[in-house]
């Protein structure tokens, strides 16, 4: 089946310094990417969609210039949070979809940031 | 606006049978979808419904009814690793997935 490897699965910070976090499909082309924020008990937040080759499209109240998407292969997808803060801190997934719109999403294994 | 409603908590006893609910309100309708999640894990796909009617996979079942706006997940002869929450998703016009809030499924020896 579709597998979706994302890294780091945690990393500690400083508040300021900037964290990329890395989302691969091993066994299939995702066209489209997803990233989502988690917040404790909550549920997933779309962030941004991804598509290869093209810019991503953010959702409304997430700062592009905050949360840098990369995806410059059908294969990897890049989510950079610069110059991060505390209120950054969350737990960050990635998922991926390998038709265009398709329902059923691959999620990695996703990255807790924690800054200090 | 575009929503989905579930319940917050569901308590089960262990080899019992548990339903949790899903209705949805969105901008278009391309299929009910159930994700499982534990905590501190990323969730993972459970089941999809386009049509209306029943899907069944093992233990697990999903139900959608179109008309109503509608659907369920049935878990069967539960487990203490099912518990987890339950995330239903709706596909909408724009064909992004609409998240529920999820359901915690607690289940009781």
């Known amino acids: 089946g579709a597998v979706v490897s994302q890294h780091p699965s945690w990393v500690i910070c400083k508040s300021g310094t900037s964290v990329k976090i890395e989302c691969r499909s091993l066994?299939?082309?995702?066209?489209?990417m997803f990233w989502y924020r988690q917040f404790p008990k909550q549920s997933l937040m779309l962030m941004a969609t991804?598509?290869?080759?093209?810019?991503?499209?953010?959702e409304q109240g997430v700062e592009k210039d905050k949360f840098l998407i990369n995806h410059a292969s059908l294969t990897l997808s890049t989510l950079t949070v610069t110059s991060a803060h505390p209120e950054d801190s969350s737990f960050y997934i990635c998922?991926?979809?390998?038709?265009?719109?398709?329902?059923?999403?691959?999620f990695g294994a996703g990255s807790r940031l924690t800054v200090l | 606006g575009q929503s989905l409603e579930q319940p917050s908590e569901v308590t089960a006893v262990e080899g019992a049978i548990v339903q949790i609910n899903c209705t949805y309100q969105?901008?278009?309708?391309?299929?009910l979808s159930w994700y499982q999640q534990h905590d501190g894990g990323a969730p993972t796909f459970l089941s999809y419904?386009?049509l209306d009617g029943l899907e069944e996979t093992g233990r697990f079942s999903s139900f959608l009814s179109r008309s109503d706006s509608y659907g369920y997940l049935l878990l069967q002869e539960l487990q203490m690793k099912d518990s987890a929450s339950y995330f239903c998703?709706?596909?909408?016009?724009?064909?992004?997935?609409?998240w529920g809030a999820g359901t915690k499924l607690i289940i009781k020896p």
């Open positions: 419904n386009a």
């Open positions: 969105t901008s278009g309708f391309y299929g």
């Open positions: 998922s991926a979809s390998s038709l265009s719109g398709a329902n059923v999403l691959t």
């Open positions: 066994d299939f082309q995702a066209t489209t």
């Open positions: 998703a709706v596909g909408d016009s724009n064909y992004q997935l609409i």
């Open positions: 991804s598509n290869e080759g093209s810019k991503a499209t953010y």
